[in-house]
């Protein structure tokens, strides 16, 4: 019996170091992929690259399709980096820039007393990923964490639109117009000409837009390769944000946000 025992043992480590070879051999194709992603990668390189059979690459590569973690160009038989792959990479961006930006949000905050947010693009909308609540008594209520804006509305979301390139800024305003005029009554020319400003000033100022009651200030955030990838804002009841005062939130958040060194990308 105590010699059974083992044999029983003995043939279950395999089947545990096979399924991490699986997955090492997986991830080296994905690793693989990635290297040829411009051009696309074919599947004879693929194999040569981790030196594996093809028929086993091939078995592995379309897991990874169905997974929707790779792409095929069945015209030209090469293989790109999957959607999947990319909305990963979006949400450790979202996790990167929150612990990057959490203490300047909450600078920010205690120098303004009013809540602040960190808003990313995505889409046609900006997302709001953190934000850090105000000590005065009077509180604006602005962005929650996963709530989405079109961009164009709001402080930090004309922000983000201001800086992008113009091509996709265009098209985004396209995009948006409808949404501009159901939601809040402002037309495209409405949002280009804040653009403009915007793009003067170097921050954002969304005065009734969002809200009758109140204003809002927001700056862009730049990687290192000089893209918009971010933006922070805050807003406060019309009473408190007087022209002079957006200035000087505007500063204290540009200052706040050159502390920090940019993200990568």
């Not at 994905?30 to 086993?56: C, M, W, Y």
């Not at 030209?76 to 612990?99: F, M, P």
């Not at 955030?221 to 000089?226: A, D, L, M, V, Y």
Request: glycine fraction near 8%; proline fraction near 5%; aromatic fraction near 6%.
């Amino acid at each position: 019996m105590i010699t059974g025992q083992i044999q029983k043992s003995v043939k279950k480590i395999p089947s545990r170091q096979g399924g991490a070879q699986s997955i090492r051999r997986t991830i080296d194709i994905l690793r693989s992929v990635s290297r040829f992603n411009e051009t696309g990668a074919r599947l004879h390189q693929i194999a040569k690259a981790v030196d594996l059979p093809p028929p086993t690459v091939h078995r592995i590569l379309t897991v990874l399709l169905e997974e929707e973690f790779l792409s095929f160009d069945s015209a030209g038989k090469i293989y790109h980096l999957g959607a999947e792959l990319y909305s990963l990479g979006a949400a450790t961006q979202q996790i990167s820039l929150r612990d990057r930006y959490r203490t300047t949000l909450q600078r920010i905050s205690e120098q303004t007393e009013d809540g602040t947010c960190l808003v990313i693009p995505s889409g046609h909308d900006g997302l709001c990923i953190d934000q850090k609540p105000g000590k005065y008594r009077i509180q604006v209520l602005g962005f929650d964490i996963g709530e989405r804006r079109l961009l164009g509305i709001g402080a930090a979301c004309l922000a983000l639109l201001s800086f992008l390139p113009e091509k996709q800024r265009e098209d985004i305003i396209a995009a948006n117009a409808p949404g501009y005029l159901k939601y809040y009554g402002i037309e495209d020319k409405d949002v280009r000409l804040w653009i403009k400003q915007t793009r003067e000033l170097k921050y954002a100022n969304s005065i009734h837009v969002v809200s009758t009651d109140s204003i809002g200030v927001g700056a862009p955030i730049f990687n290192k390769k000089g893209q918009v990838v971010a933006a922070i804002s805050m807003a406060g009841i019309t009473i408190r944000m007087s022209r002079q005062r957006c200035r000087e939130i505007a500063s204290i958040i540009m200052s706040e946000i050159a502390a920090v060194d940019p993200p990568p990308n």
